[in-house]
């Protein structure tokens, strides 16, 4: 994900909407049943054991074909031996849901919009929202897009869940006892869904802010708060109205959406070196994807094994197959492009002329009349124009349940351009959204079934070709010694730039997608590695129009300069490296401060000396980061109060990109004058001391960025399963991306992974808190002290290796069959 540096509004939702925001209130979130309401802590600890996975021995399973092993090594990673891929499929829906069974319903119900059925009444309008934006495109080219024997493969994972719901559904994990609702059979459909996808294209966003900016201080202007890269000038529709759309104008996707969709702050990295810049001669990858730091976490790792599947790594347990990890001959990890994939269209709307019906076949009634059996009026028909002439918005009567209240009649009304997301009646108008998940094929993660099974560079690249949603930065190494990268993703192509609003009435209208082979790529540079951090990726000169909004090059940069300095890298090394907390932007700032401090003879004050003698890193145990940390957004707000006005001020609100700030301050004499950036940049120090002599006491040697700068993993349902909170480095610009508000880390990477190509079994990975979420399970938080203290345990591969690090085996037998052999004594993890 990208830093709010660039105003990207990037991807992964899935926990962090799931779990963290619609359940973040914890226990008053959901009604619990009577039988645990005022339960105790040591009950409740009690109950969840009860309620844990068997995870050695045998199991009887129907819907298998033969006998299935599965070793869970000594991290909880299960490493799953079928005969046949259906079979391994069905394992893998099987065991996700013995670890992660109540957090993939949540995920189930979020992508169904059925959220409300066991959350109540404040989940309406995220399950309205959620409907609005399914997919209503043929299906059999859905399935289709994703490769030949997707549908199989689907259809085995989703089996497995529907196993292991029926073998527990009378005493599941603890968190449909808290909630007091039990867990219900999957449908093939449910890792199709799109609305887990809307944050990851939601440009929409920036759409609106650079509307309402124009509509305050004009175009010009407007260009030179929200610079584009690369540049290019806005093109706003004459005669299209923008005043009065500000964000409200999203209707649900701002409103449902507002915690995950808009300022993100999260970060990735990934990056590859070719075997002349490492020990052994061979190419090692790294990747952290970062989403929000949530309980349980977003990452499964599973190692699949089958007719022709040698795959480990990690995928979200709701999802069949590996997205980020690596087979037998090549190894893959992925950050976010951040595709332009979304357009927000204003429809000239008006009451339809008689005769023009609006409703979709079996969906709703005529006008004036009320849905049966509810007292819900159905609105007058509502014509759109498009293409020279008045057409009727579609509409979709539905009804959402919602747990301990009446059933909400919902209307969901669509143009051609996608969902209507609210309607200004005063101006005669509709905002409507298109985005790239109404087209088939753009599940997210589904081409890594292809992905998984990728020999080469030339299997990499189709792999990637059904590759369309979330757009990623992919790269690749393999065994042979080649590196690669190709940015990936179902790019529209358009004759605007996409980065404004425009009229719904036909004269702007996607042209089709920019193929895969014309996307920005590179496959064995003469630098000898590769590296992309949600940074600019457009190589020079190239002219296809993917984005104009990117994460700041803090992270990347700093990448590149410890990639370049050496050429003898370990896998060691690039743990150190996902782990660096030096701040490039620290570096930048801080010598202007000192200067500035001594020119208004303010260089000797406790401050500005802390900040002097530091070395720039975000260190856990130093007290300069945490000064620095409230002294540069306090900067950067003062900035934007001084170089810009008003309005826009309050229209961009906290959002901070310190690269704009950085050339503000480099301006030449007349931009500002000297004497106004010394005080701006000691009157902010000012401020951050006061802010943290009132938060934390006036005793400086008291002040450390490591007791301030904590995550904290909340089960969202019960405190008697919370963990303890885990002091963190870096901050959201560092390759340590720690960022979140308040001090605290709220995103950032809960999964890593270094891959050496030169002996796979030599690679590493940390998931953080556990592979499980079953509270009492060994593997509940037994990687949080490993990814607290910046370890990393193995990603064991080979058969040899599993075996010796393995800590449970389990098998999965076809009921009736008799291979069943003596097996381990059936035991619970504890």
Not at 392 to 409: E, G, L
Not at 665 to 680: I, N
Request: glycine share 8%; net charge positive; with cysteine.
């Amino acid at each position: 994900m990208g830093n709010t540096s660039r105003m990207i509004s990037l991807v992964t939702i899935v926990a962090a909407l799931a779990i963290g925001a619609m359940l973040g209130t914890r226990s008053g979130s959901a009604t619990p049943s009577r039988a645990t309401a005022g339960t105790s802590t040591d009950t409740l600890r009690d109950q969840a054991a009860k309620r844990l996975a068997q995870i050695d021995g045998t199991i009887d399973v129907p819907g298998l074909d033969s006998v299935v092993e599965v070793r869970r090594d000594r991290w909880g990673v299960p490493h799953i031996y079928a005969r046949t891929q259906h079979d391994l499929f069905f394992a893998q829906g099987f065991v996700a849901a013995q670890d992660r069974l109540w957090q993939m319903d949540i995920w189930r119900r979020t992508a169904e919009g059925r959220l409300a059925e066991v959350l109540g009444a404040p989940a309406v309008e995220r399950d309205r929202l959620a409907r609005l934006f399914r997919y209503r495109g043929p299906a059999d080219a859905d399935w289709a897009a994703y490769g030949p024997d997707t549908k199989a493969i689907v259809s085995a994972f989703v089996g497995g869940v529907n196993a292991y719901i029926a073998q527990v559904k009378d005493r599941p994990p603890i968190e449909f006892t808290l909630m007091g609702y039990a867990p219900e059979p999957w449908t093939i459909d449910v890792p199709l869904a799109r609305v887990t996808t809307l944050s990851g294209v939601s440009n929409a966003t920036t759409e609106i802010l650079r509307a309402r900016l124009i509509a305050v201080v004009g175009k010009k202007a407007t260009e030179a708060i929200l610079p584009t890269e690369p540049t290019r000038e806005l093109d706003p529709v004459p005669g299209l109205d923008l005043t009065g759309l500000d964000l409200s104008a999203l209707g649900g996707v701002n409103n449902a959406y507002a915690d995950i969709a808009f300022q993100r702050v999260e970060g990735s990295n990934n990056w590859v070196v070719s075997g002349k810049k490492t020990r052994s001669g061979k190419p090692i990858l790294a990747n952290d994807p970062h989403r929000a730091i949530t309980h349980p976490s977003v990452r499964y790792i599973t190692h699949l094994v089958g007719p022709g599947w040698n795959v480990i790594g990690a995928g979200e347990p709701a999802s069949p197959g590996v997205s980020i990890g690596h087979n037998e001959r090549i190894a893959f990890g992925l950050t976010v492009v951040g595709m332009d994939q979304q357009d927000v269209y204003v429809e000239k709307i008006a009451p339809c002329t008689a005769g023009t019906g609006n409703r979709e076949p079996g969906t709703g009634t005529a006008s004036g009349a009320t849905v049966p059996g509810s007292q819900f009026p159905v609105p007058a028909p509502r014509c759109y124009f498009h293409n020279g002439r008045w057409q009727p918005i579609k509409t979709v009567i539905d009804t959402i349940r919602v747990r301990n209240n009446s059933a909400r009649i919902v209307r969901l009304d669509f143009t051609h351009h996608g969902p209507i997301v609210s309607t200004d009646s005063a101006r005669g108008r509709a905002v409507a959204i298109r985005m790239v998940g109404q087209e088939p094929g753009t599940a997210a993660y589904l081409a890594s079934l292809q992905l998984g099974r990728a020999r080469n560079w030339r299997d990499f690249q189709g792999a990637m070709a059904r590759w369309k949603m979330p757009s990623e930065n992919m790269i690749y190494a393999d065994v042979d010694g080649n590196i690669g990268w190709i940015a990936s993703g179902y790019m529209p192509r358009r004759r605007w730039s996409g980065l404004l609003p425009v009229p719904g009435d036909g004269r702007f209208e996607w042209n089709g997608f920019v193929p895969v082979n014309a996307l920005p790529q590179s496959y064995n540079p003469a630098s000898g590695f590769i590296a992309t951090a949600n940074n600019n990726i457009l190589p020079p000169g190239y002219k296809t129009p993917i984005a104009y909004d990117w994460s700041s090059d803090y992270r990347v940069s700093r990448i590149r300069e410890v990639l370049s300095s050496r050429n003898d890298f370990t896998v060691a090394d690039f743990e150190k490296l996902q782990h660096d907390d030096l701040s490039l932007l620290a570096r930048h700032l801080v010598p202007q401060l000192v200067s500035a401090a001594q020119r208004l003879g303010k260089r000797d004050s406790q401050a500005v000396q802390m900040l002097a003698r530091w070395d720039f890193r975000m260190s856990r145990e130093a007290s300069a980061p945490l000064l620095f940390e409230a002294w540069a957004p306090t900067l950067a707000r003062r900035a934007n109060a001084m170089r810009m006005p008003a309005e826009a001020a309050e229209a961009i609100g906290r959002y901070t990109d310190y690269e704009e700030f950085e050339k503000f301050l480099a301006a030449p004499a007349g931009a500002v004058s000297a004497a106004a950036r010394d005080s701006l940049l000691v009157g902010a120090l000012a401020d951050a001391v006061a802010e943290l002599t009132r938060r934390f006491g006036a005793d400086t040697t008291k002040w450390r960025w490591g007791t301030v700068h904590v995550a904290e993993l909340h089960h969202p349902l019960a405190r008697a399963f919370d963990l303890p909170p885990v002091s963190r480095a870096g901050d959201g610009n560092t390759v340590f991306a720690t960022a979140g508000a308040n001090y605290q880390q709220t995103a950032g990477a809960s999964y890593r992974e270094v891959i050496d190509l030169g002996n796979f079994d030599n690679s590493v990975a940390i998931n953080v808190p556990g592979q499980s979420a079953q509270p009492g399970s060994e593997y509940y938080d037994d990687l949080l002290s490993l990814w607290g203290n910046d370890k990393y345990f193995p990603l064991v591969f080979s058969r040899s290796r599993v075996e010796s690090e393995t800590k449970h085996v389990l098998r999965l037998v076809p009921s009736g069959n008799r291979e069943r052999g003596t097996g381990n004594r059936a035991s619970r993890s504890r």
